[in-house]
Structure formats: structure tokens, C-alpha cells
């Protein structure tokens, strides 16, 4: 089992309301690998996340929960998404669990380092918003869970719009 948490970058009411409502609260529970259904999603446990992901389209719908058990990938970015992954940063060095005040820390320093090198602009001159799943205590002992997962979308609870880059948020500038 595997959870992560989730934090974002501007703490404005709105912005961190629609986050909320897409990826939950956040804890996210990854059990089952990947496996493709006919909806053009391929659910992936967090577990095997890793930095060939970058770049892939995610879609979280209302209907999100505060606890999932995959990431919900959408299908070479075709069709409705809310979110791309933008970085998969990995925490080394420590064999016990730093906390999750920590791990947050260093996500926000890492997402914020990564996002605008993938997207073009600053995340304070864009109108993008992003966020992060850190590993959980039980994540890490359980499944030597390593990796921050930095994730950027619209933030307005709106999908990625196709005319945008070809679809996608990568060197955007938006």
C-alpha cells in the first residue's frame, strides 16, 4: 500500500479548492499496476511512477476521492486531462522517513525549481497551478517509496485545452 500527499503552490481559496476537489484531499493508495481501459485511461500505480512519466496526462475527474489507488494517465494525452506530470524528483540518502513536513519542504523547492523549465515561464507569471504527491510513512517503509511527484494543470477546475502547444503544457508559456 502507498499513500502521498499533496500540496500546491498558491494558496488562494479558489485555486486550492479546485485542486482539492480533483486529487483529493490527498492521499493517494497505489495496489494495483497499470492496466488500460476502453475510456483511453491507463491506470497506473503510484508505485510505478518513475521519470519516463514526465510529461504524461493525468485526469481527475469530481468524482476524485480523497483516496485513490492509481493514477488515472490519460492515453498519449488524448482526450480530456487536468493535469501533466512535470517532474519525478527522487529523495535519497535516508533510510528513515523524514516526515512530512520535510518531504513538503523539499517538494515545494523541487516542483518549483522543475516547473519552469518544462513549461517555459515562471509559476508566478502563469496561469498554471501545480502541486505534488510526497511518499507517506507507510510508503516509504512498505514499498521503498522515494519519488516526489510534481503535477501542473489549469488550477481553475477546467481541462487542458487541445489548442494549447499541441495539447500539451510542456513549453507552453502559459
Known amino acids: 500500500m502507498m499513500d502521498h500527499a499533496a500540496r500546491n503552490n498558491r494558496p488562494t481559496p479558489l485555486a486550492a479548492e479546485a485542486l482539492a476537489r480533483r486529487v ?22 503510484v508505485t510505478e511512477v518513475t521519470e519516463d512519466d514526465v510529461g504524461r496526462c ?21 482526450g480530456p486531462r487536468t493535469h501533466e506530470v512535470f517532474s519525478v524528483v527522487r529523495v535519497g540518502g535516508e533510510d528513515v522517513y523524514p516526515g512530512f513536513e520535510s518531504l ?32 507517506s510513512l507507510d510508503s516509504w517503509n512498505r514499498e521503498d517509496d522515494r519519488d516526489i511527484i510534481c503535477i501542473v ?10 489548442n494549447v502547444n499541441n495539447g500539451r503544457l510542456e513549453g507552453s508559456r502559459i
Request: hydrophobic residues 40%; contains cysteine.
Open 24 to 45: 483529493g484531499a490527498i492521499a493517494v493508495i497505489a495496489l494495483i499496476a497499470g492496466c488500460s481501459n476502453d475510456d483511453g485511461i491507463d491506470n497506473t500505480a
Open 58 to 78: 493525468l485526469y481527475f475527474d469530481e468524482d476524485t476521492d480523497d483516496e485513490i489507488e492509481e493514477l488515472p494517465f490519460v492515453i498519449d494525452c488524448v
Open 104 to 135: 513538503d519542504q523539499t517538494a515545494l523547492a523541487e516542483c518549483l525549481g522543475d516547473f519552469e523549465s518544462y513549461v517555459g515561464i515562471s509559476p508566478f507569471d502563469s496561469t498554471l497551478f501545480y502541486s505534488w504527491l510526497v511518499p
Open 153 to 162: 494543470g489549469p488550477g481553475n477546475g477546467s481541462t487542458i485545452d487541445d
